[in-house]
C-alpha cells in the first residue's frame, strides 16, 4: 500500500488515502468507473487479494498470480457507459500502458460491471 498523501497510481489526480486507498481497504466503490480505477491500482500496486474480491463470484478465477516485473505506469479511461451510482450495470473502456525490463505495451479493454446490494463488480472485459 502507499501513504495516503502520495498520488493515487490511477492518475486520478487525488492522494491514494482520497482515492483507491479506502476502496482497497474494503470501502465500496461509488461507480464503476471508480472501481476500474481501484483495480487498476491493484495491478501497479500487486494487491491480487483485492482483484479477487472485486471481481464477479460467476467469472473469478480461484486464483490470481501477478507478474512482479509487469509495471502498469498510466490509465486512461476512454469511455463509460451507465456504471453510476443508481445504476445495476455499467461499462468502462481503458488503455493501461505497462513496462517491464525489456518490453512496454498498452491494453485497451471494455469492461463489464454489475452492483449487486451497493457493491460492484467487475465481470468480464473484451480486450481490443
Not at 54 to 73: C, I, K, N, V
Not at 96 to 114: H, I, K, M
Given at each position: 500500500?502507499?501513504?495516503?498523501?502520495?498520488?493515487?497510481?490511477?492518475?486520478?489526480?487525488?492522494?491514494?488515502?482520497?482515492?483507491?486507498?479506502?476502496?482497497?481497504?474494503?470501502?465500496?466503490?461509488?461507480?464503476?468507473?471508480?472501481?476500474?480505477?481501484?483495480?487498476?491500482?491493484?495491478?501497479?500496486?500487486?494487491?491480487?487479494?483485492?482483484l479477487l474480491r472485486s471481481w464477479h463470484?460467476?467469472?473469478?478465477?480461484?486464483?490470481?498470480?501477478?507478474?512482479?516485473?509487469?509495471?502498469?505506469?498510466?490509465?486512461?479511461?476512454?469511455?463509460?457507459?451507465?456504471?453510476?451510482?443508481?445504476?445495476?450495470?455499467?461499462?468502462?473502456?481503458?488503455?493501461?500502458?505497462?513496462?517491464?525490463d525489456d518490453d512496454r505495451g498498452t491494453?485497451?479493454?471494455?469492461?463489464?460491471?454489475?452492483?449487486?446490494?451497493?457493491?460492484?463488480?467487475?465481470?468480464?472485459?473484451?480486450?481490443?
Amino acid at each position: 500500500m502507499l501513504p495516503d498523501d502520495q498520488r493515487c497510481p490511477c492518475l486520478s489526480g487525488n492522494p491514494y488515502g482520497e482515492c483507491c486507498g479506502p476502496l482497497h481497504a474494503g470501502a465500496a466503490a461509488p461507480t464503476a468507473e471508480r472501481l476500474m480505477r481501484s483495480r487498476f491500482s491493484a495491478f501497479a500496486l500487486g494487491l491480487p487479494e483485492y482483484l479477487l474480491r472485486s471481481w464477479h463470484p460467476t467469472t473469478r478465477p480461484d486464483e490470481l498470480m501477478l507478474d512482479p516485473a509487469q509495471r502498469w505506469t498510466r490509465l486512461d479511461i476512454v469511455a463509460t457507459r451507465s456504471g453510476g451510482p443508481f445504476d445495476s450495470a455499467g461499462q468502462v473502456t481503458f488503455r493501461a500502458w505497462w513496462r517491464t525490463d525489456d518490453d512496454r505495451g498498452t491494453l485497451e479493454e471494455t469492461s463489464e460491471f454489475v452492483r449487486e446490494q451497493g457493491q460492484w463488480y467487475y465481470v468480464d472485459g473484451v480486450v481490443s
